[in-house]
């Protein structure tokens, strides 16, 4: 059964930062990888989507990267603004099982200092 | 930008109560979703809709749920007899193909009491 952790739970930056979020899979046979962010009370919007064949994605000041082999991923944030303040999940879709469920993290909550 | 839509964003219902939750998926996708997140916990599948019918569940979508695509525009989430533990957040998710990025709408926040 695929699992998705994901590491820090909580990061608070100074505006300006850069900085680096990290998603992690049990189960490295995988259709794809998604970053959401989810603003407070709010539904999940899509950043970001890696598939299996893919090292990374780009958009604007995010970067997305797979490391399928190894399990993981990042999603980069250059210059970080307050606006960026939100929960970013990482969800990956897995062979194991279905291909046609989402598998999610439980999110890093990040609050960025003006 | 396309939208996937879901009304009520609030629904209260009382214990054993039947409710309905709308969504509007985007109008070119052919794979549709659920999924709910409790308060506190992760985001996790209920179900898949493709060409008519489920395509998959999860454990929790047992017969106190269905879904129906009643029209050409609507796809929706029936909860019977409902439970405390129900009380979630409800999304919506749609996808133009099975392998493509899911678009999620704003849920319903379904409280039960």
């Known amino acids: 059964k695929q699992e998705v952790t994901q590491i820090p739970a909580a990061l608070s930056v100074p505006e300006g930062e850069n900085l680096v979020l990290n998603c992690s899979f049990t189960d490295s046979a995988i259709y794809n990888l998604q970053w959401f962010r989810q603003d407070p009370g709010k539904g999940l919007t899509s950043l970001l989507l890696?598939?299996?064949?893919?090292r990374e994605q780009t958009s604007g000041r995010l970067n997305a990267s797979l490391d399928k082999s190894s399990g993981r991923s990042t999603l980069y944030i250059a210059a970080s603004q307050p606006g960026d303040s939100a929960t970013y999940l990482c969800a990956v879709r897995s062979f194991t099982g279905s291909a046609r469920q989402l598998t999610f993290g439980s999110g890093t909550q990040l609050t960025v200092l003006p | 930008e396309p939208e996937v839509t879901q009304t009520p964003s609030h629904q209260v219902t009382q214990m054993g109560q039947e409710v309905i939750l709308r969504c509007v998926p985007i109008s070119n996708h052919l794979y549709f979703y659920w999924y709910r997140q409790i308060l506190g916990q992760k985001v996790e599948f209920l179900v898949s809709?493709?060409?008519?019918?489920?395509?998959?569940k999860s454990e929790i979508f047992d017969d106190q749920f269905s879904v129906e695509r009643p029209d050409g525009s609507n796809f929706t989430l029936k909860i019977r007899s409902t439970k405390l533990e129900d009380s979630a957040m409800y999304f919506c998710a749609s996808g133009q193909e099975n392998n493509s990025p899911l678009h999620f709408g704003n849920g319903t926040r379904l409280t039960v009491t």
């Open positions: 809709f493709y060409n008519n019918e489920i395509s998959e």
């Open positions: 890696i598939q299996s064949s893919q």
